[in-house]
């Protein structure tokens, strides 16, 4: 059971106020990095613009047989879902293009949807491999 009390969205939205930005989705191949200083600058030039990141898609391959070639995509892909928490955005979408080995896959995308979950966001894969929900039954799957 957690110390921190469950937030009460309701009494969190008659708070708050409209404001006048553009959501956008930001293509993770369209960053130039993922270092805590780009993404602050970013992120600042994003609110002068009026746009705010809603989401950030991410594509990736796991096409190399391997646990070690799996471990590198997945990192990379850790490395997005940090920089997802750190722009504000409340989603990583990961478009999976390619799959050598499932059976090494399906755990590295669950270790990402926690650690999404984590850092508050969400996490969603599309692609031929689907990723179980920590939140859902295990027998339940989304993708």
Do not use: K, N, W
């Amino acid at each position: 059971m957690s110390a921190t009390p469950a937030p009460d969205v309701e009494r969190t939205i008659e708070y708050c106020e409209p404001e006048d930005v553009t959501p956008v989705e930001v293509e993770a191949e369209g960053l130039d990095s993922t270092a805590p200083e780009y993404l602050r600058d970013l992120r600042r030039e994003l609110t002068h613009e009026g746009l705010y990141p809603t989401g950030l898609v991410v594509d990736v391959a796991f096409d190399e047989d391997g646990t070690l070639a799996t471990q590198r995509e997945a990192d990379r892909l850790r490395g997005f879902v940090r920089a997802a928490a750190f722009l504000g955005a409340g989603s990583v979408t990961v478009r999976v293009h390619e799959v050598a080995d499932e059976s090494a896959v399906r755990p590295a995308l669950s270790a990402c949807a926690e650690r999404a979950r984590r850092e508050g966001v969400e996490f969603d894969v599309e692609g031929p491999v689907t990723v179980s929900d920590p939140d859902l039954d295990p027998d339940e799957y989304v993708g």
